[in-house]
DNA sequence: GGTTCTGGTTGTATAGTACAACTTAAAGAT
DNA sequence: ATCTTTAAGTTGTACTATACAACCAGAACC
């Protein structure tokens, strides 16, 4: 009967575990972009670029945290700032050819790893898992916010 | 058709989105015990003890790290260093009463916030979901070692 | 009994992060 | 229209988790 707190509980500690190894598995990975950083350049390319307080907001990030990360970023040439059109404040954040070109890299490098990691899971395992840690996220991401 | 490309691209963003919100949704959820220190109690309450390197081992940190992290916990109260018995170089590592009750409690916490927020998933999804990420991390710590 | 291995601590450095204070510009209120 | 409040970013400061290297003490192995 409490099978669901069974499932929950193996869901928390092996979601625990997971997190806790992300960011030395991801240094293995690619040194040269942090877990944070892959993660940014990721959201650039693929909202074809976007505001610092929105990638702030949407990885729960401290503008803060986020003006260092896009400064760094910058100076490794991987990331350029456009003025607002709208917004005197603001700048638009996009990648460059380099940062494009390394992004594409690292997301190789990653891609391979998954592959292999997940290279004997069957197609509809994977499209489940896939789908099951979509909802997880998009329901962790709404509601807590504030 | 490349389904499978697609499943694991998906895979690849979300865990990577999670593991980089991880930290912080803990520090929201218990500010007393980041997510190493609720990690390591938790495997000394599961293993009932166990040595400092066993817990660097365990969870790939260093034992430099470990070393610290049970000073700050011995500090607290929450854990007891005892003579090994057969090996004098070594300690082991257990839960204080105080240990055992925190632990509980923020395990409580833990356990509440995911409830909620899997609140609406049916029973057979979270029992498959629980199946993957277990499947997922099992692999993922048995290979890439050394 | 010396060499090597293992458990643990300490020194030092780095990355990621937050919070608070500040600047500048936009938006709202009166 | 000005005055106040809000929003975007940056910078100062501090803390935490982490690693690596150097070290010490006991164990294990010739």
Redesign the interface.
Known sequence: MP????????????????????????A?LHPELS??S??LL?HLEEQGGCRATDLAAH???DKSTVSRQIAALERLGLVERLPAPEDQRAQVLHLTARGAETLAQVAAN??DA??E??GD?D?A?????????????T??RM??RR
């Open positions: 099978d669901r707190d069974a499932s929950l509980e193996t869901i928390q500690r092996e979601l625990t575990a997971f997190a806790r190894r992300a960011r030395a598995a991801a293995r877990l944070v892959y993660t990721a990885y729960l990030l990653r891609r998954f592959r990691r997940l899971w197609g395992d994977l499209d489940r898992f896939a789908a099951y840690l979509l909802r997880y996220n329901s962790a509601p807590g």
